[in-house]
């Protein structure tokens, strides 16, 4: 198990990434949304806590599932497309953190709902970037190989009960990460999900052209 623990720096959280997480695309937001920002931004990086892990296991794609060791995770043909040539699988997990968890229910106690709104959005950016982190690390372990982009249980048609064998294969070591029963990871803002390793994979990005779901605003956005 790799476990890394990235300060607030090292992660890329900017505010151009911010607002776009709460909408703002083709405009910037206002004054006071632009200065609550920058507050919020600035106490989080005080104590936020990050946290990636991952796991690397042989394996292989057979038809539409993923088989590590005695695990089977069951994808579709969209992820197994998206994975093909993987020869090793890296099974991750990355949060923004306990103390962003804490700090965010503080928030919520004292009930300002913008304030819980952008603390939100960058809360769901630390995890993203995170998850960055996490690849960069990876990619020191597994030198000339090559790494498909990350996938999650919920995306790509990949059900999101699948979630509970991808914290079987992590054991103990989830670093304070846990799932419900409803397969909801706690702290909030945590990701998990799997990459695919391999001399002849691609970094093939999941979008418009694999995704089958009708009427998405971020279809419309692309327009």
Known sequence: MYIYKPTFDQLTVTFEKVYIEMGYRKTQPEEPVMELTDRLLNEISDIAAPVCFFEIYEGKIEDVSIILNETVLQVNDVLSELMSGSEQFAVFAATAGLEFQCFHDKLKAEGDLLEIFVADAI??????????????????????????????????????????????????????ITLSDSCLMKPIKSISGIIGIGKKVKEKTYGCKYCTMKDCYKAALQK
């Open 123 to 176: 809360g769901s950016c630390m995890a993203e970037s995170a998850g960055d982190f996490l690849e960069k690390m990876l990619e020191k372990q597994t030198g000339v190989l090559r790494h498909t982009n990350r996938f999650s249980p919920g995306y790509c048609g990949w059900h999101l009960s699948e979630q509970k064998k991808l914290f079987h294969l992590f054991g103990d070591n989830t670093c304070g």
